[in-house]
Nanobody, 125 residues
Framework: QVQLVESGGGLVQAGGSLRLSCATS????????MGWFRQAPGKEREFVAA????????SYADSVKGRFTISRDSAKNTVLLQMNSLKPEDTALYYC??????????????????WGQGTQVTVSS
């Protein structure tokens, strides 16, 4: 059972920053691709960013490129999502996800088997 625990969400003004964290086990951290997705009310869950097991490959949605950065903290078995220049349209429930398929850097929800409970990000205008 893969456990993923998100934290770091909150309320921020437009233009501000937040950093989300996703803590997991050492085994998952060392072998799984990790992704961040988000879901706004009334909308489908969408891809935000992903990072492979080594941290050597990353992928971003066009809507967040240049503003968000995904990274890995090996000392804490944690995947981070640094979000800068936040916009009201970034408001959503943000989910951490894990994909055990070797070599894949997925951008679709069906490519991830394990999900956290989500952390709310609200950006006010």
């Amino acid at each position: 059972q893969v456990q993923l625990v998100e934290s770091g969400g909150g309320l921020v003004q437009a233009g501000g920053s937040l950093r989300l964290s996703c803590a997991t086990s050492r085994r998952t951290f060392l072998t799984y691709t990790m992704g961040w997705f988000r879901q706004a009310p009334g909308k489908e869950r969408e891809f935000v960013a992903a990072i492979n097991w080594s941290g050597g490959r990353t992928s971003y949605a066009d809507s967040v490129k240049g503003r968000f950065t995904i990274s890995r903290d090996s000392a804490k078995n944690t995947v981070l999502l640094q979000m800068n220049s936040l916009k009201p349209e970034d408001t959503a429930l943000y989910y951490c996800a894990a994909d055990g398929a070797a070599g894949r850097l997925g951008v679709e929800t069906h490519e991830y088997n394990d999900w956290g409970q989500g952390t709310q990000v609200t950006v006010s205008s």
